[in-house]
């Protein structure tokens, strides 16, 4: 079996900051992560690794520095690294970035067939989820959103059972392979990283793609070129004046409390009140 799982170096989140005067994200010393959505997705191909066998080809495409993130991954199990780095990728949107890397998965695949294609639901910096859904659309493979469990694979009849988590509960999807996958968070548990994936982290030799290497055959789909997206504003959210209303419920009877509250919310928001009364009264 041959899983490439694909992810993104991002800012960490925690300690980004939006400029009040340019409205631009401020990335100077923020430390880069691996997305940690995408680390769901390393753990179950990992997994799967561990009961069929076969290898794990981490993909990323981003700055030399992205490097580091791959070497993180390597040291939790993977087989193998590719870094797509250009200076002919900056800029790239979701359409870009599918293209991009639809075209390096391409090339992996004439190393060895793709069997199973990984990412995380979406990444914390863009939160689109759009790159896993172009990449199996630019590769022709059968597309699993939001996935929270795989139930089954059968590589013998090239089959795979899942189970996906929809608005009104839960759903078993039944497929071919080869498939992208889009895990759901909190799927799984990452594992701890062994001292000896470790040590050969330090040293594997990470195999970096400029857009000739990862197969590009149209220069004008990558990069700004092939970026329709325009991004006019970044900008912090505003903080609300509002302060909460704190109800005490130590000597009072809680179901008081609930009524006042409610009688509240209704004296504030009229149209609730009316909306909930013509549902009781349908």
Same mark, same amino acid.
């Given at each position: 079996m041959h899983i490439v799982v694909c992810i993104k170096q991002v800012p960490d989140s925690a300690q980004i900051r939006v400029h009040p005067v340019t409205n631009t994200i401020m990335?100077?010393?923020?430390?880069?992560?691996?997305?940690?959505y995408d680390l769901f997705a390393l753990e179950e191909a990992l997994r799967l690794k561990d009961q069929f066998g076969g290898r794990?080809?981490?993909?990323?495409?981003?700055?030399?520095?992205?490097?580091?993130?791959?070497?993180?991954?390597?040291?939790?199990?993977?087989?193998d690294a590719v870094l797509v780095t250009d200076r002919a990728?900056?800029?790239?949107?979701?359409?870009?970035?599918?293209?991009?890397?639809?075209?390096?998965i391409r090339k992996i695949g004439q190393e060895q067939a793709v069997d199973l294609v990984f990412t995380g639901k979406q990444t914390i910096d863009g939160d689109t989820a759009q790159v896993g859904p172009g990449i199996a659309k630019r590769l022709g493979l059968n597309?699993?959103?939001?996935?929270?469990?795989?139930?089954?694979?059968?590589?013998?009849?090239?089959?795979?059972k899942v189970e996906r988590r929809a608005e009104g509960g839960v759903q078993l999807l039944d497929t071919t392979l080869p498939s992208l996958i889009t895990m759901l968070e909190g799927t799984n548990e990452m594992r701890f990283a062994s001292l000896d994936d470790m040590l050969r982290a330090g040293r594997f030799p990470v195999r970096k793609w400029n857009k000739d290497d990862a197969g590009i055959e149209d220069v004008?789909?990558?990069?700004?070129?092939?970026?329709?997206?325009?991004?006019? %504003?970044? $900008?912090?959210?505003? +903080?609300?004046? &509002?302060?909460?209303?704190?109800q005490v419920v130590a000597d009072s009877n809680p179901q008081?409390?609930?009524?006042?509250?409610?009688? %509240?919310? $209704?004296?504030?928001? +009229?149209?609730? &009140?009316?909306?909930?009364?013509?549902?009781?009264?349908?």
């Open positions: 990335r100077q010393g923020v430390p880069a992560i691996v997305n940690p794990v080809t981490m993909l990323c495409m981003g700055p030399p520095q992205a490097e580091d993130s791959l070497r993180k991954c390597i040291s939790f199990g993977a087989t990728f900056a800029g790239a949107d979701t359409l870009a970035t599918s293209y991009a890397l639809a075209a390096a597309l699993l959103t939001y996935v929270s469990r795989i139930v089954e694979v059968d590589l013998d009849a090239r089959r795979l004008s789909k990558i990069g700004l070129k092939g970026s329709p997206t325009i991004v006019s %504003k970044v $900008f912090g959210p505003t +903080p609300r004046t &509002e302060k909460a209303d704190m008081d409390v609930t009524l006042n509250l409610l009688q %509240k919310i $209704f004296t504030t928001h +009229p149209q609730i &009140e009316a909306e909930l009364v013509e549902r009781l009264s349908a």
